[in-house]
């Protein structure tokens, strides 16, 4: 992230110092692009602690909602839920392990969005899918295809994202939420099929042993049912699009409230407790916040981020994509905080409800920050070959932004 910061900023003052001497040498007018570029610099750091308070009230509440949701088990019958896939996906990992354990708790964070959850959970799996390891400081198939579903971005509930949209002053907030759920799930299968795939090419000297499964097939009903009432969910909203997604936060919110009080959680002290979690996570992405918008804005007044787009317009246009959110297609796998922030000056600069913002907010749910998670997992067990994880992300990347160009086309339109 240091070097991308560095880039943002070197580019934006060559582009305008070279436009000023152009205006000095040629005497066709004055040189203003570097004012320009240093007058961004402020007005970026201005908006960028205007965007994280409006952001504050709306993480606040979504995560005082999710704190209900966690206390009155949530998690734990997601866990239940998804455990019968996830035996079937890791052969290589016996089913009473705890490295099975903390793999099912760690993708139900993540599926939740309890990100400060999710990564504690997903270090202890690595931790432990260690202890099978044969060779060790080697990955092993277990530890990338682990990797590939985390960075897949797989989510059900995008909050932060709602929520920056809701700040923005979006009409619809939950218009990515179900574009978000529809790309996130086929970019998680594209990356568990390219994990599998990979490992064929890269194989490990000792073939890692096989367990069978005490998992019955009758197990895999509950999640059958839950998947196909999403279906019927996606063909609702993409039958009535603005209509349907407006049900959704309202219904949301009364969802997740009555779940907490139909299970005895003391809703209102549980909320409390979450929301001052979400205050201060808005809080903390300030610097981010500033750091990006500040280099972004500089860009734009620079002329760059204009040539850019001139240029990246043809190639991307053929896929769909507005040539403006290639930066965040960029940044994506390498930071998600200054990502987040990216997101967050697309939608103010364009509108929340444009396609713009609308890709914008889906690409940022539905991918990862993959060379993040890769360094922070691999490292707490010192894996140093990685064999066919890299490969495996970067398919993981452009199958999410593919993905989340295409939902917005089909479902929001």
Request: charge should be neutral; hydrophobic fraction near 55%.
């Amino acid at each position: 992230m240091n070097i991308v910061f560095f880039v943002l900023v070197l580019a934006a003052v060559v582009c305008a110092g070279f436009g000023d001497v152009s205006a000095i040498v040629s005497g066709v007018g004055q040189p203003t692009a570097m004012a320009a570029v240093g007058t961004a610099a402020f007005e970026g750091a201005k908006s960028s602690v205007t965007l994280a308070i409006s952001l504050a009230g709306a993480m606040t509440l979504f995560l005082g909602l999710m704190k209900v949701v966690d206390a009155a088990g949530g998690l734990d019958a997601l866990a239940r839920l998804i455990r019968p896939v996830l035996v079937r996906l890791f052969p290589d990992v016996p089913a009473t392990h705890p490295a099975m354990g903390a793999i099912v708790m760690n993708i139900a964070a993540n599926v939740l969005g309890l990100g400060n959850a999710a990564t504690p959970f997903g270090i202890k799996a690595m931790q432990e899918l260690d202890t099978l390891n044969k060779h060790p400081g080697t990955a092993t198939n277990a530890m990338v295809l682990f990797l590939a579903i985390n960075t897949s971005g797989v989510a059900v509930l995008p909050t932060g994202v709602m929520a920056l949209r809701a700040a923005a002053g979006s009409n619809d907030p939950a218009a990515i939420f179900i574009p978000t759920l529809v790309a996130s799930a086929f970019n998680t299968v594209i990356a568990v099929l390219a994990a599998k795939g990979f490992s064929r090419l890269f194989p490990t000297p000792t073939p890692p042993d096989v367990h069978k499964t005490t998992e019955r097939w009758i197990d895999l009903l509950p999640l059958i049912v839950v998947t196909g009432a999403f279906g019927a969910l996606v063909g609702v909203v993409a039958l009535y699009k603005e209509t349907a997604s407006a049900w959704i936060i309202p219904t949301l919110i009364l969802g997740m409230l009555t779940v907490g009080v139909v299970r005895g959680v003391k809703v209102y002290e549980v909320f409390i407790e979450g929301a001052r979690d979400g205050f201060s996570s808005a809080m903390r992405i300030i610097p981010y916040l500033v750091a990006i918008l500040t280099a972004v804005g500089m860009l734009r007044a620079s002329g760059a981020m204009d040539w850019l787009v001139k240029l990246a317009s043809p190639a991307v246009a053929l896929i769909g994509m507005p040539p403006e959110v290639l930066p965040l297609a960029l940044l994506r796998p390498l930071s998600g905080s200054g990502a987040f922030a990216l997101t967050g000056e697309l939608t103010k600069t364009y509108g929340p409800d444009t396609l713009i913002g609308q890709v914008a907010g889906t690409m940022q749910g539905t991918t990862e920050t993959t060379f993040y998670v890769l360094a922070v997992y691999f490292g707490a067990v010192n894996i140093i070959k990685t064999r066919h994880a890299v490969p495996t992300g970067l398919v993981s990347d452009i199958s999410g932004v593919l993905a989340a160009v295409a939902a917005c086309h089909w479902l929001i339109g």
